[in-house]
């Protein structure tokens, strides 16, 4: 008989980094009818806190999420490398780096790693000061966890708030800038008090599809496995996403967001100050799983 | 046993103190921000990090201190209708509702705590801190809440026989 | 289960419980474990509501809250407040009913430097109200400006009733409610709730002169110096606190919660400048601060834990989606708002209030595309109403705490009704001319 999922989203219902599980579950709720539903309960935090959606997929509350791994450090450490992933999702599923990043999260978060939603997001520092060079000396930067270690690398002062004050604090200069992903600022309305966006991005913000490990094995049989997985890959290997952030690069420029580059070789040292930093976060948390990860998610 | 009384209430009195002092340090310390901020010294980092959990385990350990002070806010329309005796009675209901609550928290929180402590669960924004020494606050709560409640049925029911006045227990 | 099962179960316990007493934070507990139980799945969901509370309440944008209360209460045990009051007394010449004029003039500037409307209600209880008495007004006319008064408060900034609105709000909305402007644009409207107070005072007192005797033969003449004296040196300097909270604010230095903490700072400052701090003053402060943030946090952390579950059980959704077979035009659903939060609003308080209905109304307004800030201005004085609506209404609480023993509640009630019909018609002012709301922060912009 129909299995019934329940289905959460660490975003807002309706946001641009739900969509895709909205979409998926539309496709699983019609081409898995009768056999398979998933029953969408909505996004964080309106159902449940952010930081508990990875704890609650663990304790079989919920059955399938999608969520960034951002947001559910304390049940997987090792999530803080995701961001990190360089090499394409196709290539982690043939070495085995896949393999290797799934049983984490079996082991530690009895949660089964289905696929990635997200794979061309990048993480970028917007700023109000013009720059030259990649250094931040004197720059009061508004930080998540993600962007600190690397903001601070670079010499700049990381400053936490609350995204509601973001906007008041840029405004009247409390900050000079902030770390955000590729697409979202104009849904804080950033970009009217935002000058310029540092390219290129670093790290890759990734948005995954994950299950709780009992339901996934115990729960389901195999057709009903096969549908999930095949219908997620889809969605994972699609790339439309490639024209729709060329797009938003685009309005962002149109509201006045100018693109500072700097010269190759600082560029290089950039995104490598920016990597480096993350990997040492990565290697203070898992001194022993850290330099595996690194040889399945880069080609250095 | 007033001994031990004694030494309850001195307990959740210092929890309520506590608070009232770590209100001031967050007022401090946001003012310490802000000019090192504006004098382009730095910042503190772990400022809001450090200010929530410090509401969060605050809130719920003197919470039975308010409770004492008769200071949680409710209803008290169905007590001052009905009859004196009848009042004290619903008011020995509440309580034993209360405890039943707190009892419950207890219970369940410490399964929140051990299970954190079990699985080495670590929340990290800037500081890595074990989630089993945040959510330990709630146990700890919950036991002194679950006392507080069984103190105050037996309260009740000793000045039965006095004019017990169910307004020296109201709201706010 | 099917929703309205379940929005019956959950809206029917919690209500079932309060109403017989149990503390409000403890009703919610109660309710999330039956909830937990029922729609999160037995003992690993208890375990998750738990975790939940926790991160309810540890959240930043909270913490103007504690602050703007301890602003308040500074002034009032330091006698700062008292001193004010007493130098508004002296300018105030023969107006009828003289010291209910003091008590609005006075509150209203006392408005602007208080975040908490139960600490001006205490102090303009404690310091106007036995004199009042004593000097023959009506229990009436002495205690119904006072209480009004705190509605004043709430509305003109600092407020932590604000920020508890706007964060609430923005936490269950898809447009997110700025705190700063939410803070600004309580003031016009509070401006013009303290004025119509005033043009009641005056012309219910001129009407019956009964309900005010008229006292200023009573005081030896005074020069004009003497006068005004007192206003220069007890008064004006206030306003170091109110340019400090809005100052740093706008001129960028500060976010919404650093302001709050500079206000606290430049109470402090002043109060020792005035030789008035002692460290009993503080700490009696800071201790008083700490009951009523535990108060108002233990809720806030059992009834956000409350909407989540009603959310998960399809509840919010289910209802929501009935809503929005009707059809409202902005307007209509405006005033259903306004009359559902006027029903709570006797037996709950405006936490709750909030809590419990801000999941249906801030999903409506998206829709509807309202402007929140305007209806962010109606959804506070709505709430405000509250506060003086018999049975259950914590400034009437409030007041009957520093009243006389002889007051009877009833008589708490009847002063302060026709105040509550003054609020009502600002109200109606701000739905049908929705520029006195928004007006100061269009033009911030
Ligand atoms: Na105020
Ligand atoms: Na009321």
């Given at each position: 008989?129909?299995?019934?999922?329940?289905?959460?989203?660490?975003?807002?219902?309706?946001?641009?980094?739900?969509?895709?599980?909205?979409?998926?579950?539309?496709?699983?709720?019609?081409?898995?009818?009768?056999?398979?539903?998933?029953?969408?309960?909505?996004?964080?935090?309106?159902?449940?806190?952010?930081?508990?959606?990875?704890?609650?997929?663990?304790?079989?509350?919920?059955?399938?999420?999608?969520?960034?791994?951002?947001?559910?450090?304390?049940?997987?450490?090792?999530?803080?490398?995701?961001?990190?992933?360089?090499?394409?999702?196709?290539?982690?599923?043939?070495?085995?780096?896949?393999?290797?990043?799934?049983?984490?999260?079996?082991?530690?978060?009895?949660?089964?790693?289905?696929?990635?939603?997200?794979?061309?997001?990048?993480?970028?520092?917007?700023?109000?000061?013009?720059?030259?060079?990649?250094?931040?000396?004197?720059?009061?930067?508004?930080?998540?966890?993600?962007?600190?270690?690397?903001?601070?690398?670079?010499?700049?002062?990381?400053?936490?708030?609350?995204?509601?004050?973001?906007?008041?604090?840029?405004?009247?200069?409390?900050?000079?800038?902030?770390?955000?992903?590729?697409?979202?600022?104009?849904?804080?309305?950033?970009?009217?008090?935002?000058?310029?966006?540092?390219?290129?991005?670093?790290?890759?913000?990734?948005?995954?599809?994950?299950?709780?490990?009992?339901?996934?094995?115990?729960?389901?049989?195999?057709?009903?496995?096969?549908?999930?997985?095949?219908?997620?890959?889809?969605?994972?290997?699609?790339?439309?996403?490639?024209?729709?952030?060329?797009?938003?690069?685009?309005?962002?420029?149109?509201?006045?967001?100018?693109?500072?580059?700097?010269?190759?070789?600082?560029?290089?040292?950039?995104?490598?100050?920016?990597?480096?930093?993350?990997?040492?976060?990565?290697?203070?948390?898992?001194?022993?799983?850290?330099?595996?990860?690194?040889?399945?998610?880069?080609?250095? | 046993?007033?001994?031990?009384?004694?030494?309850?209430?001195?307990?959740?009195?210092?929890?309520?103190?506590?608070?009232?002092?770590?209100?001031?340090?967050?007022?401090?310390?946001?003012?310490?921000?802000?000019?090192?901020?504006?004098?382009?010294?730095?910042?503190?980092?772990?400022?809001?990090?450090?200010?929530?959990?410090?509401?969060?385990?605050?809130?719920?350990?003197?919470?039975?201190?308010?409770?004492?002070?008769g200071n949680h806010v409710r209803v008290d329309m169905?007590?001052?209708?009905?009859?004196?005796?009848?009042?004290?009675?619903?008011?020995?209901?509440?309580?034993?509702?209360?405890?039943?609550?707190?009892?419950?928290?207890?219970?369940?929180?410490?399964?929140?705590?051990?299970?954190?402590?079990?699985?080495?669960?670590?929340?990290?924004?800037?500081?890595?801190?074990?989630?089993?020494?945040?959510?330990?606050?709630?146990?700890?709560?919950?036991?002194?809440?679950?006392?507080?409640?069984?103190?105050?049925?037996?309260?009740?029911?000793?000045?039965?026989?006095?004019?017990?006045?169910?307004?020296?227990?109201a709201t706010l | 289960?099917?929703?309205?099962?379940?929005?019956?179960?959950?809206?029917?316990?919690?209500?079932?419980?309060m109403?017989?007493?149990?503390p409000v934070a403890?009703?919610?507990?109660?309710?999330?474990?039956?909830?937990?139980?029922?729609?999160?799945?037995?003992?690993?969901?208890?375990?998750?509501?738990?975790?939940?509370?926790?991160?309810?309440?540890?959240?930043?944008?909270?913490?103007?809250v504690?602050?703007?209360l301890?602003?308040g209460?500074?002034?009032?045990?330091?006698?700062?407040?008292?001193?004010?009051?007493?130098?508004?007394?002296?300018?105030?010449?023969?107006?009828?009913?003289?010291?209910?004029?003091?008590?609005?003039?006075?509150?209203?500037?006392?408005?602007?430097?208080s975040g908490s409307t139960i600490a001006t209600t205490a102090m303009l209880g404690?310091?106007?109200?036995?004199?009042?008495?004593?000097?023959?007004?009506?229990?009436?006319?002495?205690m119904?400006?006072i209480m009004a008064i705190g509605g004043v408060d709430m509305?003109?900034?600092?407020s932590a009733l604000?920020?508890l609105l706007?964060?609430?709000?923005?936490?269950?909305?898809?447009?997110?409610?700025?705190?700063?402007?939410?803070?600004?644009?309580?003031?016009?409207?509070?401006?013009?709730?303290?004025?119509?107070?005033?043009?009641?005072?005056?012309?219910?007192?001129?009407?019956?002169?009964?309900?005010?005797?008229?006292?200023?033969?009573?005081?030896?003449?005074?020069?004009?110096?003497?006068?005004?004296?007192?206003?220069?040196?007890?008064?004006?300097?206030?306003?170091?606190?109110?340019?400090?909270?809005?100052?740093?604010?706008?001129?960028?230095?500060?976010?919404?919660?650093?302001?709050?903490?500079?206000?606290?700072?430049?109470?402090?400052?002043?109060?020792?400048?005035?030789?008035?701090?002692?460290?009993?003053?503080?700490?009696?402060?800071?201790?008083?601060?700490?009951a009523v943030t535990?108060m108002i946090?233990?809720i806030?952390?059992?009834?956000?834990?409350?909407?989540?579950?009603?959310?998960?059980?399809?509840?919010?959704?289910?209802?929501?989606?009935?809503?929005?077979?009707?059809?409202?035009?902005?307007?209509?659903?405006?005033?259903?708002?306004?009359?559902?939060l006027l029903?709570l609003g006797c037996f709950m308080d405006q936490i709750s209030m909030m809590?419990?209905?801000?999941?249906?109304?801030?999903?409506?307004?998206?829709?509807?595309?309202?402007?929140?800030?305007?209806?962010?201005?109606?959804?506070l004085i709505s709430l405000q109403i509250g506060l003086l609506t018999p049975p259950f209404g914590l400034l009437l609480f409030v007041m009957k705490g520093v009243a006389?023993?002889?007051?009877?509640m009833?008589?708490v009630w009847?002063a302060a009704?026709?105040y509550t019909?003054?609020v009502?018609?600002?109200?109606?002012?701000?739905?049908?001319?929705?520029?006195?709301?928004?007006?100061?922060?269009?033009?911030?912009?």
């Open positions: 008989q129909e299995v019934v999922l329940k289905g959460v989203a660490a975003f807002q219902e309706g946001s641009i980094y739900a969509q895709k599980f909205e979409q998926y579950i539309k496709a699983v709720n019609e081409k898995g009818k009768g056999q398979i539903r998933i029953q969408y309960l909505g996004g964080a935090p309106k159902v449940m806190p952010l930081f508990d959606v990875g704890k609650n997929l663990k304790d079989g509350v919920i059955d399938i999420v999608t969520t960034s791994s951002a947001y559910y450090g304390n049940v997987l450490p090792e999530a803080e490398a995701m961001k990190l992933i360089e090499v394409p999702m196709s290539e982690l599923r043939s070495n085995g780096g896949l393999a290797f990043l799934n049983k984490l999260h079996v082991e530690k978060a009895n949660t089964e790693f289905l696929a990635r939603f997200y794979n061309y997001e990048r993480a970028h520092i917007f700023l109000n000061k013009e720059i030259a060079k990649p250094d931040f000396s004197g720059l009061k930067i508004r930080v998540t966890p993600m962007y600190r270690p690397m903001v601070e690398k670079l010499g700049g002062t990381g400053i936490n708030s609350t995204p509601p004050e973001v906007y008041t604090m840029l405004e009247r200069n409390t900050v000079d800038g902030y770390g955000w992903a590729t697409r979202g600022i104009f849904d804080y309305s950033w970009q009217k008090v935002t000058k310029f966006r540092v390219d290129p991005g670093f790290y890759h913000p990734d948005i995954t599809l994950l299950a709780n490990h009992d339901t996934w094995t115990k729960k389901l049989n195999d057709a009903q496995r096969k549908l999930l997985l095949d219908l997620a890959m889809e969605i994972e290997a699609s790339t439309a996403d490639v024209a729709l952030i060329e797009a938003e690069r685009k309005k962002q420029e149109e509201a006045g967001i100018k693109a500072i580059r700097f010269a190759p070789a600082d560029e290089q040292r950039y995104v490598k100050e920016a990597r480096e930093a993350g990997w040492a976060v990565v290697n203070k948390i898992s001194p022993e799983n850290g330099p595996k990860l690194r040889g399945y998610f880069t080609k250095e | 046993m007033t001994i031990a009384l004694r030494l309850f209430e001195k307990l959740i009195g210092f929890f309520g103190i506590l608070f009232g002092l770590v209100i001031g340090l967050i007022i401090a310390l946001i003012c310490i921000d802000v000019a090192l901020r504006d004098f382009g010294l730095g910042s503190l980092p772990w400022l809001i990090e450090l200010s929530e959990y410090l509401m969060y385990a605050g809130t719920f350990l003197a919470a039975p201190w308010v409770l004492r002070q169905l007590f001052v209708a009905l009859p004196k005796r009848l009042a004290v009675r619903l008011e020995q209901l509440v309580d034993l509702v209360g405890l039943g609550i707190s009892l419950v928290l207890l219970y369940y929180g410490s399964a929140v705590v051990s299970d954190a402590w079990r699985n080495n669960m670590v929340a990290y924004k800037t500081w890595y801190v074990p989630e089993w020494l945040l959510f330990l606050a709630i146990p700890v709560s919950a036991l002194m809440l679950a006392i507080e409640f069984t103190l105050r049925f037996m309260r009740v029911q000793s000045v039965v026989r006095d004019s017990y006045d169910v307004t020296d227990r | 289960m099917a929703w309205p099962a379940a929005l019956a179960l959950m809206l029917g316990l919690v209500c079932l419980v109403l017989i007493g149990l403890f009703a919610f507990f109660l309710t999330n474990i039956v909830g937990a139980i029922v729609f999160l799945g037995g003992e690993n969901g208890i375990m998750s509501f738990i975790r939940g509370s926790m991160a309810s309440i540890a959240n930043f944008n909270l913490a103007p504690p602050l703007f301890v602003m209460d500074i002034l009032l045990r330091s006698g700062m407040a008292f001193r004010a009051i007493d130098a508004i007394d002296r300018l105030i010449l023969a107006v009828p009913g003289r010291l209910s004029v003091v008590a609005v003039s006075g509150g209203t500037i006392f408005s602007a430097l404690q310091s106007l109200l036995p004199e009042m008495l004593r000097r023959g007004y009506h229990p009436s006319m002495a119904g400006p509305l003109i900034p600092p604000t920020v706007a964060t609430l709000a923005s936490s269950v909305s898809r447009d997110k409610v700025s705190v700063s402007d939410l803070l600004i644009a309580g003031i016009i409207p509070g401006l013009i709730m303290s004025v119509c107070f005033l043009i009641w005072i005056v012309v219910r007192c001129w009407m019956r002169p009964d309900l005010a005797p008229r006292d200023e033969a009573s005081k030896a003449p005074m020069t004009l110096v003497e006068r005004w004296r007192p206003f220069f040196i007890d008064v004006v300097p206030l306003s170091f606190i109110f340019i400090v909270v809005m100052g740093s604010m706008f001129m960028g230095w500060a976010s919404p919660t650093d302001s709050a903490a500079l206000g606290c700072l430049a109470t402090v400052a002043l109060a020792l400048c005035y030789r008035a701090l002692t460290w009993k003053v503080l700490f009696e402060s800071l201790k008083s601060t700490a535990t946090f233990f806030i952390a059992a009834s956000t834990t409350f909407a989540q579950i009603l959310a998960f059980s399809g509840a919010t959704d289910g209802a929501l989606a009935e809503i929005a077979k009707y059809e409202f035009t902005p307007l209509i659903a405006v005033f259903v708002m306004i009359a559902i029903v809590l419990l209905t801000f999941p249906f109304f801030m999903p409506l307004a998206n829709a509807l595309n309202m402007d929140l800030v305007w209806l962010g201005v109606i959804l006389p023993p002889e007051i009877t009833r008589q009847a009704f026709p019909v003054i009502f018609g600002v109200l109606m002012l701000v739905v049908f001319v929705p520029s006195v709301a928004t007006l100061l922060t269009g033009a911030m912009r």
